[in-house]
């Protein structure tokens, strides 16, 4: 990251190359939408550019630091788009969960249906596979309160997949 800050273009496109698949995944299970995931992912990474010295390797991992950012930004995208327009289908979703048990676009709608922060704390703990602790960070919550979140997430998913389509 100092390598970053210090404008060299080699180390930043080693972190987006290594970054950028886990940050456009969370971003598009967040959103059901593959063009606001996209324009999430693109901003992250341009902040990463632009903000690479206020990163702080005693606070955060890079990876917690790169999620909290796309969290914010997705949440944002989510708000405003509830304010404009109901929740939309999520069909044109290409890339989807990997559930055996599920179509893995009947997991993402049932995903959507979740409230925000459940939706979040599930996607950030399986799929992006980061520990409670870093999920805590990442949504300025206590370890408590993700496993909170966390069970009730499961709960509703396992709901919402039980009642038939």
């Known amino acids: ?63 917690t630091w790169l999620h909290r950012m796309a969290h914010n930004l997705a949440i944002d995208h989510l708000r405003k788009r509830q304010r404009e327009a109901p929740l939309e289908g999520v069909e044109d979703f290409e890339s989807a969960a990997d559930d055996e048990t599920h179509d893995p676009a ?30 805590a960070d990442i949504m300025g919550l206590g370890t408590r309160a993700v496993e909170s979140l966390l069970v009730r997430a499961r709960s509703a998913l396992k709901k919402i997949l039980e009642t038939p389509s």
């Open 1 to 63: 990251m100092r390598r970053v800050a210090g404008g060299d273009r080699e180390a930043y496109a080693s972190l987006v190359d290594h970054h950028l698949s886990p940050i456009q995944a969370y971003s598009q299970r967040m959103t059901g939408n593959p063009a606001s995931a996209e324009d999430i992912t693109q901003e992250v990474f341009l902040r990463l550019w632009l903000k690479a010295a206020d990163f702080d390797a005693s606070k955060a991992r890079l990876t």
């Open 106 to 135: 009947r997991v993402l709608q049932a995903l959507m249906q979740l409230p925000e922060r459940q939706r979040s704390a599930l996607t950030l703990t399986y799929y992006q596979d980061l520990s409670n602790r870093e999920v």
